[in-house]
Structure formats: C-alpha cells, structure tokens
C-alpha cells in the first residue's frame, strides 16, 4: 500500500506535501474557520518557516489554501496567532473591508547563526480580503528583542472586560503579556510563570505557544481565565506538551487562582493531554458564545520524533478541534475537552450492547473502515477492580495498539510498542504512556477517535485526554476487547462510522 492510503489522515488534517507543525492564527469569520501552520512545502523536515493555510466550514473537514505568509529578509514566519479588527483599531481597514490582522514572531536565522540573542521579534501582516491574501506591516517589527533568546509565539485576544487587545508570549522560562489600543504599539503588562524559586508550573523545557482566554464556570456565569503553555520536553510522559493554569486577569498580571495554586503545587497534573502527541494547541478567535465558544487544536506530534516519523509526502497532521469547558472539581478547577460536535453530523451507529461480558479476548468488530470510527464506552470501576480493561486494536500482520485503564496503578494507557513501525526513534515507543485517573467517579466513561495513524482518547466527560499517533503495516481492522484473568463486564459500547463521502 502507498503510504498515502496506508498513512494520510481520513478526518485530521495533513498539508498536500511537506513538512507541518503548530497550528497558527485560527480564526472564524464570514462561515469560514481558518487554520494556518507553521509549514515547510518544499521539504518534509523542519525548515524555513511559512504560514500553510487551509479553511473550513464546520472545524472537521479542512480544504488547503495557497500559503499565507513566506519567509522574508526579516527572517523564518514562526508561530503567532490573528484576530478580527471588526471595529478597524488599527486603521488597516480600507473601503469597508474589515481587516484580520495576524501577529507572528520573526525568527532570523542570521543573527542565530551569529550566535545573537535578539534572533526573535514579534510582527503583524492583515488581510483585507478574509485571510486569503497578507499585507506585511512596513513598521515591522511591532516588538523588537527585549534580550532574550526564546522570544516568540504571540496570542492576541481582545479583552472585551478592559476594552483594550491583549497579547500574550512565551519568554524563556515564562510568559509576557502586553497591551495596544491599535495592534501596533504595545505595552508591556506583566510577567507570569518564571522567576527562578517562585517558579510555577512545569519548566522541563522551554516554555512556547501559550494562549490566553475566559471562560463560564460550566453551569454558572462566573467567569475564569485560563492561560495554556506548552512546553518542550518535559510533558508528562515526555518530550513536548501543554499544561494550563486557571485564574484570574485583571487587565494587567494573569494571577493564579488559590485553590488552583495550592493544588498545582501539590501535584502538578494540569495538562490538557496526557498522550505523547497533542502540542502548540491553541484557540480559535472571533468565536463568540455565551457557552464559552472556546475550540482548540493542536499539533499531532511530538518534537522528540517529529522530523523522523515514517511518511515522505508530509509530516505530521492536526488533532481533531477540540472544546473546552471550565468545570469546578472539588478542590479547584479543571478543563474538559470533547471532539466539537459537528462530527457526530458524519456519524452512523455500527454496533452498540449494553453490559457485555468479557473473559479473554473477544471481538467488537471487525472492520476495513475503523480508521473512521467514534466510539463510546462505558464501565463500571469496581466491575473491573484488579483486572485491566484493555482495549486491543489489530491487523493481518500482528501488529497492535493496546490501550484502556489499569485500576491496580489508577492508570489510564496507550501502549504502541508493537503498533507497526516503531523504530525510526528510540524514545518514540520505548515506554507505555500512562496518565493517573485523576476523577473519583465509580462509573467511567469515554469517547475514542480513531484514524488511520491517531487514536484520540477523552475519558471521564474529557478531564483526561490521551493523544498518540502509530504507524502501522497494514490497517487496523479488528478491535477487541482483553481480559487477562477474570471475566469482567463493559457497561456500555456504542461503536461509530464516520462518513465523509456524501
Ligand atoms: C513550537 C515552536 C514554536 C515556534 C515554532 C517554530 O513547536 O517551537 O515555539 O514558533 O515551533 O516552527
């Protein structure tokens, strides 16, 4: 099989050819969503950086667009984010035409190569015909180099309570937030994060692409606001990753909320996933929703084994986007993410059976389309006490993806050490990817993404999120169920078929 049937993504989305990694200045205008990315389309390793560009109508099927924005003089396009100037703050409108205005770092490879500090500054482009076509600002850069290497990845928000445009950035060790009237001059607000003993958060490695927003307490009117940072390596089960912090803003400093602080302190495991291959994720603006309208997506990869994962054509694909709730837990607050809705408009029921009991391994189904599938389960904890609830997906070829929780450790999993191809990096499969159970709830539940090279896990109404990706030798097309020693019963499974042909 060529690895475009064997590996292209069936509902994730992949650029034609070349290399892919974060996800950049997502924004929702006119019916159109708009997802650009760090791109390089003339190699399928990371190199010079442009802005790839693709658009879509319900945030689950993508359509790739010519390429924003090139790499010029200035240097390589690196991440960045774009907002809506619908009231025209920063005069770029012209005739009517509201512009969209795209802030993004400049990374000069000249001055890395000079062994510089100020390789990075932070610039802006717009668009005056819905994001199609940039103008670069000729008052570029908009932020030069404050004297720190990693200097990159500005998110803009408008801060509807202070009615001012916000940007956050990844400074090193911590984030930096500014402030304009006009998206062109910007002022300096605050810091948060680094600070050598009054650290907070996760600093394995240095922190990138962090997001800044509000969102409802689910079910109430307060609103908090939650910033996301990724950081690479030190994600929990290694290498790159997103953790998050919930608090509070007051047009200025992003303070932490106590509860939040005191339990972040004491265990630190707020990710928003625990799978090795969900980094850069951030949010789409001009989303407007009393709900929240928060979505996010992220890159599906992992920077230990990105440039090396068994495709030619392209690299790398998108997560499916993602909503976010804010939900008070006991102790603090916690985000929970969902696969948006408009995918359950692609979807078929296959199969579904309540209480099925399992000793063994036994069949769920079989099928040469379960690289399209949205599944349900459910199960009962103290159904399944010592014994692990392991799901097993399969080929012709013995190759396996195993994955389910293990109530002995409190551990949820995904073990792709036999899935296929495997050895193109050692810390790629070396180890099982686990993520403590963090709700105390008897009754356990979670929905499964599966594609051709990704399986998508959200446990637990989404609390807890596993993302990998496998490079298989054939497709999968068994997926079964195993219990090692006794029988145990699963509540409930609901097995789906997504459908993207009509
Ligand atoms: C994160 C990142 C960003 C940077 C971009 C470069 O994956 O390192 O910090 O802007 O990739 O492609």
Redesign the pocket.
Known sequence: LSEEVLYRPNFHFTPMTGWM??PNGMFFYNGNYHLYF?HYPDGNK?GP?HWGHATSIDMVTWKEQPIALYPDEMG?I???SAVVDIDNTSGFGMDGKVPVVAMF?Y?NMEIEKAEGIDVESQAIAYSLDEGITWTKYEGNPVIKNPGIR?F??PKVLWDNLHKKWIMIL?AQDRTKIYGSKDLKKWEELSDFGGNLDKAVGAHGG?W??PDLFTLPIEGTDEVKWVQLV?I?PGGPNGG?ATQYFIGDFDGKTFTMDKDFEKELKENHNFWIDFGKDN??GVTFSNISSAKGGKFLMG?MSN?QYANVVPTETWRSAMTVSREIKLIKSANSYRLAFSPIEELNAYKEVKFKEEKIEVSGELEIISSEQLDLTQAQIKFNISEVKDKSLSFKLSNSLGDELLFGFDPKDNNFYVDRRKSGKVNFENRYASKISTATRISSNPSLNGTILLDKTSIELFYDDGEMVMTEIFFPNAPFERLSLVSKNEIYILDYIEVNQLNFND
């Open positions: 990694n974060d760090q990371w950086m390589y690196f991440s960045g770092t990374h990693d990159r990845d990844a240095v990138e692409c990724s690479n790159s980094y850069a890159w920077w």
